[in-house]
């Protein structure tokens, strides 16, 4: 049998840190395509909340370069599904859109907590191993909580439909992070809980 607690003292943090760059760069680039696909659909039916998808799709292009600049000095590369990130978060914010604009606030909140959830890990194990990288994290852990807050402020209700819709996309979003790494995701979650 395979000792996992040895195999996870032997692991190089270089290869956790390369993979945290790899999932964070394709997930903004995932939420990108999300705030994209929303926008061109409210625009034509709720043109009132353009203003504040667009601000936050701009916070996460600045994010998606932050995550991209950082990556040569550490070795990593971007993610081998980036086109599965374009087109799930684009079928994601314009299926979301299509719903309603509570859908679309419904939507942010569930991508962003699992964001939240995924950085606040990455901040234990970033903590002693890459003090530049966790303070950019940290950085736009606050701009991807306002998000979240925002999200939450705006529905106006939370029936049913958030009760199915947050799981479902935060399972989904569960998902394309273990893709990105293929499967890997579950051995940098071990390690960062052993941090």
């Known amino acids: 049998m395979i000792d996992l607690s040895s195999k996870l003292a032997n692991r190089d943090p270089a290869i956790t840190i390369r993979r945290i760059l790899k999932v964070n760069h394709a997930g903004e680039f995932g939420a990108i395509r999300i705030y994209g696909a929303q926008i061109t659909v ?9 203003p504040s998808l667009e601000e936050m799709r ?10 991209r600049e950082a ?7 971007p993610c081998r ?7 799930g978060g684009y079928v994601l914010g314009f299926l979301a859109a299509l719903g309603g604009r509570n859908t679309v606030w419904i939507c942010t909140e569930a991508v962003e907590s699992a964001v939240h959830r995924h950085l606040e890990d990455q901040l234990a ?4 191993r890459d003090p530049d990288l966790h303070a950019l994290i940290a950085s736009i852990q606050e701009q991807e909580l306002a998000h979240l807050n925002e999200a939450e402020n705006n529905q106006k209700r939370r029936g049913l439909s958030r009760a199915m819709l ?3 996309i935060g399972g989904l979003t569960d998902l ?3 893709l990105s790494t293929w ?9 960062m809980a052993r941090a």
């Not at 499967?183 to 390690?191: K, V």
């Open 58 to 67: 701009d916070d996460e292009i600045n994010h998606c370069r932050l995550f």
């Open 81 to 87: 599904i980036m086109s599965l990130w374009s087109l």
């Open 176 to 178: 394309m992070i273990w």
């Open 183 to 191: 499967g890997d995701s579950s051995w940098m979650r071990a390690e």
């Open 166 to 168: 947050l799981p479902v």
């Open 125 to 128: 194990f970033l903590a002693s």
């Open 71 to 77: 990556m040569p000095t550490r070795s990593a590369k």
């Open 42 to 50: 409210a625009r034509q039916l709720f043109p009132d909340i353009v």
